[in-house]
């Protein structure tokens, strides 16, 4: 039997954007791929990179869904359906809506794929597919590894993603990664991560944990099993992760580059709007925190949503020039996206401030980084520009020369400078 994978694209894209520049391998389908077993065989087809050949035969078609992409994911299924073929559903966005994905698609999957896949595969071949597959959130991968095969001839940046764990303990509002794995942390086996690590030989790892920290003594054991292997990786972690000296050690030893952090926003009050308790906890010692990362000499990425209740357009230019004078690696200025299932959304609903009847994400005018909900203080308009503008000033050639000299991190040695270099170049080109 022949599977076909489908990493759907963004769909529609507001002006000032083009996002397929810097695109990564799409994982979770690489996963799928690794429980494919002969006879039956899996190919991918990466709708961000290359067009998708809905005339060419194949049995079953898988379609991993998130937010942004849920538009362009249905559209992509209802070809696949004029032509008779079986489609599958799975990812986040499916789990927070399974109503509205079943509309979409022959059948469903809520939760992890991997405990259902078998079961899935079996009924397909018996033509007794099931309207809805669910599965609990057990153990990450346990004893399934990802064929990076179908990522042969794409072109992604220049770094294998992989995990050590999934889910993360925080309950921050605007996340529906909390809602997914309701608040829950789960590594994956450590002998599995290591035999993955030699058997794909992957030297530079980016580790798409929604936070890696999240379990410190886990952590721990696989760091000191992980420096013998002389990779070079990076990850999403939490601020929290600097009082604890022997972790860092272990971070910075077993090769560790950089983290990416979710800061969100400078203002306080914001961080207790979001309930986003380790920034809460060290708020205060911001520049203590940034100068224990640049002791160790990683590299700081630092997100930050934009338009909460307490940003202005003035608030937004001052966040930009925070993340400027701390000379982070690189930032990323979001719009704060009203998720389903979220509090945030949940909050916004029923104060009737949310854009494209609610449902943004399969909306035909909502574009990718426009506000979707009523701000307090500016209009939907305003953030939308704040945003772009936000993310134009910090890649701009000024910004991106300013921030380079800092012998501490982004002048560290070679492989930092090229880290800076490589990705400020390609999300420059992003954001322009």
Not at 349 to 355: A, F, M, N, T, V
């Amino acid at each position: 039997m022949k599977i076909t994978l489908i990493k759907p694209g963004l769909g529609h894209i507001i002006s000032g954007y083009n996002l397929n520049e810097g695109s990564m391998e799409p994982l979770q389908l690489a996963i799928i791929a690794g429980l494919v077993n002969e006879p039956d065989h899996a190919i991918m087809y990466d709708d961000r990179l290359e067009p998708i050949p809905f005339d060419e035969e194949t049995d079953l078609v898988c379609i991993t869904v998130d937010s942004f992409s849920a538009g362009r994911a249905y559209e992509i299924a209802e070809e696949y359906k004029k032509r008779g073929v079986k489609v599958v559903l799975g990812g986040m966005h499916v789990s927070l809506l399974p109503n509205e994905a079943t509309q979409y698609a022959d059948s469903i999957v809520v939760g992890d794929v991997e405990p259902i896949w078998n079961q899935l595969l079996q009924d397909v071949k018996q033509n007794k597919l099931q309207k809805k597959y669910s599965a609990p959130f057990g153990l990450p991968q346990d004893g399934y590894f990802p064929n990076r095969d179908i990522f042969k001839g794409k072109k992604y940046l220049p770094v294998s993603l992989m995990q050590f764990s999934r889910g993360c303990k925080f309950n921050c509002t605007f996340c529906s990664v909390s809602q997914f794995f309701k608040h829950s942390h789960k590594c994956r086996k450590l002998e599995d991560v290591l035999f993955e690590i030699e058997r794909d030989k992957l030297k530079t790892i980016l580790f798409v944990d929604d936070n890696m920290v999240s379990n410190k003594e886990a952590l721990k054991v696989f760091l000191r099993e992980l420096i013998p292997l002389k990779v070079k990786w990076a990850s999403q972690s939490s601020v929290d992760m600097v009082n604890d000296k022997e972790l860092l050690k272990l971070m910075a030893d077993s090769g560790c580059v950089g983290n990416l952090i979710g800061f969100e926003s400078i203002n306080i009050n914001t961080l207790k709007w979001f309930n986003k308790s380790p920034n809460i906890r060290d708020f205060n010692n911001y520049k203590e925190v940034l100068e224990v990362f640049r002791d160790y000499g990683f590299l700081t990425w630092a997100s930050f949503m934009i338009g909460n209740d307490f940003d202005t357009i003035d608030t937004v230019e001052k966040t930009v020039d925070f993340a400027i004078k701390n000379k982070f690696t690189l930032s990323f200025f979001h719009v704060l996206m009203p998720y389903p299932g979220t509090q945030i959304y949940e909050q916004f609903k029923r104060e009737d401030r949310l854009l494209y009847d609610g449902h943004w994400w399969n909306h035909p005018d909502y574009r990718y980084n426009q506000a979707a909900f009523k701000p307090k203080l500016m209009t939907s308009e305003q953030l939308s520009e704040a945003t772009i503008k936000a993310n134009k000033d910090f890649y701009s050639v000024s910004s991106i020369s300013h921030r380079l000299f800092d012998r501490k991190t982004n002048m560290r040695n070679l492989v930092n400078f090229m880290v800076y270099s490589r990705f400020n170049y390609v999300l420059r080109k992003t954001s322009i």
